[in-house]
């Protein structure tokens, strides 16, 4: 499985962003799909998974109510829209690939990453 994801840049607190993470490779309905993000001196952490008929979602308490993940099967793309953006939001996100979906929370869990897209908050 190969991911690449996409989207990130500048925004202003309160502003919308949406990544896309793009996937490839023959088992992907086996695989369940995450963000995770790492701001910096920290470690990398949990924000959103779905499995891959999308009908299983989990958020992160900091991103619940504020951050959608969606997957659209005949794209392969997992997207992650972030809305009502704060300051602390500001991170490098990854997308990663994960099996099975109770290890979707899990970063040391993940098969498979995408390389990281810069998200910057500015107040």
């Known amino acids: 499985v190969q991911l690449q994801a996409s989207g990130g840049g500048l925004v202003q607190a309160g502003g919308s962003l949406r990544l896309s993470c793009a996937a490839s490779?023959?088992?992907?309905?086996?695989?369940?799909m995450g963000w995770f993000r790492q701001g910096p001196g920290m470690e990398r952490r949990f924000v959103a998974a779905?499995?891959?008929?999308?009908?299983?979602?989990l958020y992160s308490d900091s991103v619940k109510g504020r951050f959608t993940i969606s997957i659209d099967n005949a794209k392969n793309t997992v997207d992650l829209l972030m809305n009502s953006l704060k300051l602390e939001d500001t991170a490098v996100y990854y997308c990663?690939?994960?099996?099975?979906?109770?290890?979707?929370?899990?970063?040391?869990?993940?098969?498979?990453w995408g390389q990281g897209t810069q998200v910057t908050v500015s107040s």
């Open positions: 990663g690939a994960v099996a099975p979906w109770r290890y979707a929370r899990i970063r040391d869990k993940y098969n498979f």
């Open positions: 490779g023959r088992t992907l309905e086996t695989y369940s």
């Open positions: 779905a499995d891959w008929n999308g009908s299983l979602t």
